[in-house]
């Protein structure tokens, strides 16, 4: 019989592996050697099978191994940093999950028994809700959208303000950010009005999951969005150039200048996939801090290989969060270095200080420490970029606000009181106020952050930096159950069920699309109960050469400063490899350049 | 009264029957529950295969939650019968049986319970309205430190609604 030993072993014989894919090819003698740094349950590509999973270590990398008695031996890069892998794991605890699940059933067949269950660890961080699955682009790695003759999935407001009641009800902690999705969710022809529902149910933070395209180009549609509650854009945004973001490259300057008339923030998502766009992450940041009025944040986005796919193809384009970390350094020529990243639930100090201090609950971002990580730049007076860890001691913080809470344990309400401010005091030691930007007072913010806990003390944080976060969403091969059951960002459906992103997307079969099926209308139907519409009128199509020639094109591209180009920045360019129609490469140092001088008038 | 979810466990009904299920585009109305029980452990062979027939049971349009419990050797489905008066693709029970045999499940048909099942009262509605399980706590408090701040605060709000009906300010 096989052990399925023996494919993994002549993987190993082939020549000239190149370093980043030699885990890829050791034999299976060798992968048994490797230091083991957990177990887990997982699957198995092919057959769903629950499987263990072995987290281990080999050379720099963190890699899973996984056995399906019927399918063999799969191997898979977990995370492309060990020594950041244990710090980041430091951070991670368990939260809270629902006090009101649907389900009570443990979940003994995770992570086939969704829904959510009460042996889920997290409260619901960011709400999806899919309002339409029609989209006026038919990208081709996407499987979001109906495609011709395929049902319209696409819940009326009644639906739709059922589903946001549901989030708002979850205890302990409702669901507090709202993120309206699709599909392409301005194409659904109410979605001013779910907007406004979206903030009558009580959500704070509503977010729009859009290409951008129909803002841009309907500029009233972001003024509407806006007014009725619209926070922030969460665009999609693969690069820079028009080679690696063919999706919306000639909108995006329509698309800036409609968010800056109406005044709604954007984040900035960039999907990661290596041999497409790696090159540019350095540049997609300097087109963040080029446009820092409007853009809050870049959410870098590392590939999540769902569906099956050639193995070499896979190995390829297979990126993960340290690795996109890593190219960052690399791009930015260490003024963006790893050590200033840190895993999310790093925050769960601030949140946990703040509910000791106060009995009450607060968002918690509990969720699995490899799922996501992020940093903070500030974009100085003089144009330095400063990543918060070069003048706040960031471990120093999190030891502090612990020791807090230990403290704070069995004690009444004025000594907790005492206690936190003996801490709030001593944050100011962890500020090295010589190297803080110029333009904050990092203490400040933080003390209004600790003592007002709410958003709009966070919004007000948020506008004076630019934040760099990383969500690397698991596929088949990576599959790890212990981050499911602590995913924070789930989908809530129209039959009542909440779903965490990566049973939703990695088994659509089985939630995304069968529950969409359930609530959609046929194509044949749809059109009868829309007489006007016809599938190819809802694509959107491009004029380039009159997108490329108009001035805010030439503005928005043409006249990007290049930030890492900067003296003060270590004086070396980011967008020099970027080809751009019509804007020349040297055009953009040339302007970091004027951007020193006017600095030195400025100055003077 | 109780209800019971798909998992085949029973809670307390969390919710009155949908109000208008037109307007909401509810897809099935009443349809079938079928257990199967009793059923053998070797067949079943261990939690994970379990859990692996649970998903493949699922992959089917016409099952709308799938359960399979290997302690319990039971295998619980909500499914659409062919007289269910919806559009949606439907099963029949004899297909539900044939595709268990082809899994490997033989089942006894002394040990199926079958029963009409009403999506909307019994799975949609208890859905949106579950139950609270267990009261959490905030971080570096106990249930009872919190249950207590909870009345003080409930107290103070009391009052405060009080002095507000009195005209008080």
């Excluded at chain 1, 829904?115 to 499987?143: D, M, Q």
């Excluded at chain 1, 309400?413 to 944050?427: C, D, E, T, V």
């Excluded at chain 1, 491009?542 to 400063?561: A, F, H, S, W």
Aim: hydrophobic letters at 35%.
């Amino acid at each position: 019989m096989s052990t399925g030993k023996e494919h993994v072993a002549e993987a190993a014989k082939g020549p000239d592996v190149p370093e980043h894919l030699k885990p890829y090819h050791r034999t299976m003698e060798e992968i048994e050697k490797m230091p083991v740094i957990e177990e887990t349950m997982t699957v198995c590509p092919e057959c769903k099978l629950i499987i263990k999973g072995t987290i281990y270590k080999d050379g720099d990398n963190v890699m899973i191994r996984k056995y399906c008695p019927e399918h063999g031996w799969f191997l898979e890069k977990y995370w492309e940093d060990y020594d950041m892998y244990m710090k980041m794991r430091g951070y991670g605890y368990n939260g809270r999950g629902f006090d009101n699940p649907n389900y009570l059933n443990a979940g003994e067949n995770c992570p086939f028994d969704c829904g959510i269950c009460e042996r889920h660890k997290t409260h619901t961080g960011l709400a999806n809700v899919v309002v339409t699955n029609r989209c006026h682009l038919s990208c081709w790695y996407c499987f979001f959208y109906a495609k011709e003759g395929e049902p319209i999935y696409e819940p009326t407001v009644q639906q739709i303000r059922k589903i946001f009641d549901n989030l708002r009800s979850a205890k302990p902690i409702p669901a507090n950010a709202i993120q309206i999705t699709g599909g392409e969710p301005t194409m659904h022809p109410e979605i001013v009005e779910i907007v406004k529902q979206a903030k009558e149910a009580g959500f704070d933070q509503v977010q729009l999951n859009t290409t951008g395209i129909n803002l841009g180009m309907n500029p009233d549609l972001a003024v509407k969005l806006r007014k009725a509650g619209v926070s922030t854009l969460y665009m999609s945004f693969d690069g820079v150039s028009p080679r690696a973001n063919p999706k919306n490259h000639w909108e995006i300057p329509h698309i800036l200048d409609a968010a800056r008339k109406a005044h709604i923030g954007i984040v900035l998502v960039p999907t990661v996939i290596r041999t497409i766009n790696e090159q540019e992450l350095g540049a997609m940041i300097n087109f963040a801090l080029d446009n820092i009025d409007i853009v809050r944040a870049v959410n870098f986005q590392p590939v999540s290989l769902v569906g099956r796919m050639p193995t070499r193809m896979r190995q390829q384009q297979r990126i993960t969060i340290p690795g996109a970390i890593k190219l960052i350094e690399e791009q930015t020529h260490g003024a963006i270095p790893k050590d200033a990243w840190f895993s999310v639930p790093y925050v769960g100090g601030i949140s946990k200080f703040v509910e000791a201090l106060t009995g009450k609950f607060q968002y918690d971002l509990s969720i699995h420490f490899a799922c996501g990580a992020g940093t903070y730049l500030f974009l100085d007076s003089d144009n330095k970029i400063i990543p918060i860890t070069d003048f706040v001691d960031v471990v120093g913080l999190e030891e502090l606000l612990q020791k807090a809470v230990n403290s704070m344990e069995g004690k009444n309400g004025i000594q907790r009181k005492m206690i936190a401010m003996k801490a709030l005091l001593g944050i100011n030691g962890l500020i090295n106020k010589d190297k803080q930007p110029k333009s904050v007072n990092f203490g400040k913010l933080l003390y209004s952050i600790l003592t007002k806990h709410d958003f709009s003390s966070l919004g007000a944080f948020h506008m004076k930096t630019l934040f760099l976060g990383m969500m690397h969403f698991q596929d088949d091969y990576t599959y790890d159950i212990h981050r499911v059951e602590k995913c924070d960002i789930h989908y809530a459906m129209p039959d009542g069920e909440v779903l965490p992103f990566c049973t939703f997307n990695v088994f659509p079969e089985v939630y995304r699309d069968k529950i969409q099926r359930q609530y959609s209308i046929p194509a044949e139907e749809w059109k009868k109960m829309h007489p006007d519409w016809n599938y190819r009128a809802d694509k959107y199509m491009r004029n380039v050469k009159l997108l490329e020639n108009d001035p805010l094109y030439q503005k928005t591209y043409g006249n990007m400063i290049d930030y890492f180009a900067l003296p003060v920045n270590g004086g070396i360019p980011v967008l020099d490899k970027i080809s751009i129609p019509g804007v020349s490469k040297s055009m953009n140092v040339e302007k970091a350049a004027e951007a020193v001088e006017v600095e030195k008038e400025k100055g003077k | 009264m109780t209800t019971e979810n798909a998992s085949g466990v029973a809670k307390a009904d969390g919710a009155s029957a949908e109000q208008s299920t037109s307007a909401i585009n509810i897809p099935y109305g009443m349809i079938k529950r079928i257990e199967f029980n009793n059923l053998k452990k070797e067949e079943l062979i261990d939690i994970p295969h379990c859990a692996r027939l649970q998903y493949r049971l699922m992959l089917h349009d016409a099952i709308i939650k799938a359960k399979v419990e290997f302690v319990k050797r039971r295998i619980s489905v909500i499914y659409n019968h062919p007289e269910a008066e919806n559009k949606k693709p439907k099963i029949s029970r004899d297909e539900l049986i044939e595709f268990l045999k082809k899994e490997g499940i033989n089942v006894d048909a002394s040990n199926i319970a079958e029963r009409d099942y009403d999506y909307v009262k019994e799975f949609y509605s208890y859905a949106f309205f579950p139950p609270e399980i267990r009261h959490s706590a905030p971080y570096g408090w106990t249930r009872e430190e919190y249950a207590k701040i909870q009345e003080k605060r409930n107290r103070k709000e009391k009052a405060k609604k009080g002095m507000l009906i009195f005209g008080g300010k």
